[in-house]
Structure formats: C-alpha cells, structure tokens
C-alpha cells in the first residue's frame, strides 16, 4: 500500500524587497550628528547639519564588507569546528565627476586644505588646495530608498580616505574621474543601518 | 476521590472592584529600546564632538578649509581636535588664522 503523496512546495518570495537605485553619499566631520529620523530622506537635513553630498558619481556607490575568516581545526574531525573572524575591511568606493576641489582632497587623502581669496585689485579670485599626506578622518552616510519608498541609511561614524586615485584628462573618451575609496577605522558596533518603517503617528 | 459536584467552588469575580488600582500597563519595551538608543547615539556624538573654539581667516584670504571644516572672515566654531590640523595647514597655505580671545 502506498504512503501519501511527496510534495514539493517552495516558498514564496517577495519582488517588492529586490531594491536597486543609486544611494547617495555623504561626508562630514567625525561627531557630526545625522539628521532626526522624520528627516532622514531630506536632502537638505544633511547638508544643513555639515554634511557634504559627494554630487554625481560614473557608476554609483559601491559598499565591499570583506571579512576574513581562520578555520580552527581538530584532528578528529575533517571540517573546522569553527570559523572566526581575524580581520574585517568595510569600504565605501565610487568615482566622482564632479571635479571640484572639495572632491579633488576628499579622494586625496582628505588631508589638504583649501585657501580662498577674493577678487581684488591687480588680484584674481582663486581657492588653492594645497595637499598633505596627513590625512584626516570623517564620516559618512550612505542613504538610500528602502522597498517601502522611505530613506535607508548606512552610518559609518569614522573613515578615512586612502586609495589609489588615477584622473585620466581626455579629449572626448570619458569625464575626469576622482575614484574614492573610504576606509572603515571605527569599531564594527558603531556602525549602523536605520530604516524607516512607518509615518510617525501623530 | 472525586468531587461532588454540588462542591463549593470560588467565584473569581470578572470586574475588578471599583476601589482597587487598575492594573499597569504593559510596557512597551520596543519603544523603550527605541528611546534608549537615541538617548545613547546623542550621548555618544556629545562625546565625540567635544569642546569648540572659536577662529577666523584674517586678510587676504576669505575662507579656509580643512577637511569638512571650513573657516570664515568671522568667528567659526571648530571643534578643538581640529585645531592643530587647522593650524599647521593653514601654516602651509600661507592663511593667518586668529583664534577668538576669551
């Protein structure tokens, strides 16, 4: 006699959790506070609180976790009794177009500073960079749209900048390109993602 | 053994008297984690912030920049880890830089 029916069933999945669109970058000094959660997904918050945007990128914002992991082992056993974590790199990369001197320091290293001065007589307006190997750290917000349409914040209290950075100048092949890569240097638990999940209720 | 069952039994009553405290409410825990941690990420960015001083750009230059941390012709508060940085970049760019007297 036979047993009853053998069911396949796979569960459902939810399409309105696949997300895609570009996140947007923001730099502050380390300390600078991020705005209220009403104010999360409003631009200006950001900027009005120190924040700077990043502007236009190539390609978009890239977040790259890279954990690197030690099997610890026992003879009696072929497969590792455990895995632990012996180092972890977070790094946020992109490339910005925008050209400007801000973004032209923030790739090199955030380390130089810019003096300004006006047009006067005999003496042009100009802002100097001038660059150093002292680089300094900063925050950084990457905010983007969650599936129910409100902001989604990754928080990275402290970074610094330390990549290679290559700006190719051609006639009419590409825009300049200032590739950024900020490097996580504060301790994982002080990293954070706030997503908002409903309209405050009154 | 077994219970008559014309046994007494204790009638529990539905409704509270009406001279006995209402019961507390649950609380809500969720919302009270939810206060705890902004109560903290304010703490911990009050911490990191620091104290401030307080310098301006002196002629001919109008504005300096360090980082994210821009001064002006008045008075511009910056945090005080910054000031070495600020100072010895401004050094570099041949900026004068005053500090606020107090």
């Known amino acids: 006699m036979a047993g009853p029916p053998l069911v396949y069933s796979a569960p459902n999945y939810t399409t309105t959790n696949v997300l895609y669109g570009v996140g947007i970058l923001f730099t502050a000094t380390v300390g600078t506070a991020v705005p209220s959660d009403q104010n999360l997904g409003v631009a200006s918050s950001w900027t009005g609180l120190g924040w700077a945007y990043v502007g236009a990128t190539e390609a978009g914002v890239t977040v790259t976790f890279n954990p690197t992991t030690q099997d610890l082992n026992i003879e009696e056993q072929p497969t590792p009794i455990a895995t632990v974590v012996s180092t972890a790199t977070l790094q946020v990369t992109c490339s910005l177009s925008e050209e400007t001197l801000f973004n032209v320091n923030l790739a090199w290293g955030n380390g130089g500073s810019i003096a300004v001065t006006p047009a006067g007589a005999g003496q042009p307006g100009k802002s100097v960079l001038t660059l150093s190997t002292n680089f300094q750290s900063m925050a950084c917000a990457l905010v983007g749209r969650n599936q129910l349409g409100y902001a989604r914040v990754l928080n990275i209290p402290s970074v610094m900048s330390a990549g290679q950075v290559q700006t190719a100048y051609r006639r009419a092949a590409q825009q300049r390109l200032y590739p950024l890569t900020l490097n996580t240097i504060c301790a994982f638990n002080q990293i954070t993602w706030t997503d908002l999940t409903a309209i405050a209720t009154s | ?102």
């Open chain 2, 1 to 102: 053994m077994t219970v008559p069952s014309d046994a007494v039994t204790e009638v529990i009553p539905a409704v509270p008297a009406a001279d006995e405290p209402a019961p507390e409410p649950e609380e809500d825990l969720s919302a009270k984690a939810a206060d705890l941690e902004t109560q903290l990420a304010e703490v911990r960015a009050a911490a990191r912030s620091g104290d401030v001083i307080r310098l301006k750009v002196e002629d001919p230059h109008v504005g300096f920049a360090l980082g994210h941390i821009n001064v002006g012709t008045d008075y511009t508060e910056v945090p005080v880890s910054a000031v070495a940085a600020i100072m010895e970049g401004a050094a570099n760019s041949g900026v004068t830089i005053t500090q606020e007297e107090v």
